[in-house]
């Protein structure tokens, strides 16, 4: 690799740690997000009038399907621009956060 080559990409890595920051704490939020759950169980088993098999079961769906779509958008991340399916991704994590 010659010299210039080298500026040029010591130039671009703080721009390429960016969106790898904005990727580190989106999942750090989604983790915290699914650590959330278990500390709601007092409060969903009285609301609902659950009991602890029923929260099981919301437990067991809840992870079922993050581990689906885990593999869903593995795969078609696979196949595709993997930067517009991340945005996507996001933006679809974040209005479901939100509801």
Partial sequence: MNKAVRQEAAGRTP????????????????NAALGVLTQLYALLAD??????????LLTGGFILVAAAAAAIWGYVGDRGE???LLLLNTF????ALGL
């Fill in 82 to 84: 993997r930067k517009w």
């Fill in 15 to 30: 721009f390429r740690l960016i969106p790898f920051g904005i990727f580190v704490v989106l999942a750090s939020l989604d």
């Fill in 47 to 56: 609301r609902l009038d659950a009991n602890e098999a029923a929260l099981g």
């Fill in 92 to 95: 679809i994590w974040v209005v």
